[in-house]
């Protein structure tokens, strides 16, 4: 079946701009996490859905970033007023619930 | 809350030597442990993965025994390739928790 879908897969903004990244998971998946990896580096922990709710969204960096999710499906990750630091991969990844979990490709993200 | 510690790289090794990576956790319960790999400029994808004590995971040549005694879960490979060469996350979950992953170990094969 098919996989984690993300889109856009490049996405290059000016700083200040606001950007919308989405995230398809696997049909059936009650589980939805959002990651950060900047280049070179480890895995960032940004939020997790529990179907539509997040439970855990620690890992936002600031109130410049937000995510929702509908239909226990799609999600949205949106950056407002984005910075260069942003600028990153944003993988996501989905799972039932006690299971592991399927990464998405990511969406590069580039802020000049 | 969780944790997972792995060792740091990069490890650098020549085709066919032995492969450790370390990893060891702290959680409580029960966990499910997970080894991921990410090729150079690809996606994570699952290595392998142990969901109970005594547990072997196993794939492509790769192995980790999840030991409750010592809370490790260390990727060992008899016989690296260049293809092998990638970064390696340690990862772990807890029941309805989160994934909590490791920070990453680079490893590098040399012909």
């Known amino acids: 079946g098919a996989g984690v879908s993300q889109s856009p897969s490049n996405k290059v903004t000016e700083k200040g701009k606001d950007v919308e990244l989405r995230c398809d998971p696997i049909?059936?998946?009650?589980?939805l996490y959002w990651y950060r990896q900047r280049l070179g580096q480890g895995l960032e922990f940004l939020i997790y859905?529990?179907?539509?709710?997040?439970?855990?969204k620690s890992g936002l960096p600031s109130d410049r970033f937000s995510a929702e999710r509908t239909g226990e499906s799609v999600s949205t990750l949106t950056i407002q007023r984005t910075q260069q630091e942003d600028s990153a991969v944003y993988l996501c990844a989905s799972s039932l619930l006690t299971s592991e979990q399927y990464f998405g490709p990511g969406t590069r993200l580039t802020v000049t | 809350g969780n944790s997972v510690t792995q060792m740091e790289g990069p490890v650098t090794l020549s085709e066919e030597a032995f492969l450790t990576i370390n990893c060891t956790y702290t959680?409580?319960?029960?966990?499910?442990l997970f080894w991921y790999v990410q090729y150079p400029g690809e996606g994570l994808q699952l290595l392998l993965k142990?969901?109970?004590?005594?547990d072997k995971g196993s794939n492509k040549g790769f192995e980790a025994t999840y030991r409750k005694e010592t809370t490790s879960f260390h990727l060992e490979k008899g016989s690296v390739q260049v293809s092998d060469s990638a970064v390696y996350f340690c990862?772990?979950?807890?029941?309805?928790?989160?994934?909590?992953f490791g920070t990453g170990t680079k490893l590098q094969v040399i012909p």
């Open positions: 959680a409580t319960g029960y966990p499910s």
């Open positions: 859905f529990q179907g539509n709710s997040a439970p855990d």
């Open positions: 049909s059936g998946h009650t589980a």
């Open positions: 142990a969901t109970k004590a005594d």
């Open positions: 990862a772990l979950k807890g029941g309805y928790q989160k994934v909590t």
